[in-house]
């Protein structure tokens, strides 16, 4: 298992940016598919981004909602993962949550198991 911290987050108009930060406790570059959930009262959570591979096999994966404004990225520096959002919309207000699950040769397997604290992002329109 990895303990997940994260950091960031807050309170933002419509248009602007911001960027979630997740630092994992061990090493997870070429073992962990990272990803990032979000969840708002009532609803179930649902995955934002993830990440699957490494180095030049990296893979990106998003949901449509924030396809081409969401960034999700392996911060090596912390073995964790960074969510940058830009162009924020209303519809983005959530618990925002980082998640990681077993890869081996690139691929995911398993659920995960793994999960920060959560982060609250809120966005005025």
């Known amino acids: 298992h990895v303990q997940l911290r994260q950091s960031g987050g807050g309170s933002v108009q419509a248009g602007g940016s911001l960027r979630l930060s997740c630092a994992a406790s061990?090493?997870?570059?070429?073992?962990?598919?990272l990803a990032w959930f979000r969840q708002t009262p009532g609803k179930e959570r649902e995955e934002v981004a993830h990440?699957?591979?490494?180095?030049?096999?990296?893979?990106?994966i998003y949901a449509n909602s924030v396809k081409g404004r969401f960034t999700i990225s392996r911060d090596n520096a912390n073995n964790g993962v960074s969510l940058q959002m830009t162009d924020l919309k209303s519809e983005d207000t959530a618990m925002y949550y980082c998640?990681?699950?077993?890869?081996?040769?690139?691929?995911?397997?398993?659920?995960?198991?793994?999960w920060g604290q959560g982060t609250q992002v809120t966005v005025s329109s």
């Open positions: 990440i699957e591979g490494y180095g030049v096999s990296s893979r990106e």
């Open positions: 061990k090493y997870t570059y070429s073992s962990y598919c």
């Open positions: 998640a990681a699950r077993p890869m081996s040769g690139g691929n995911c397997y398993g659920d995960y198991n793994d």
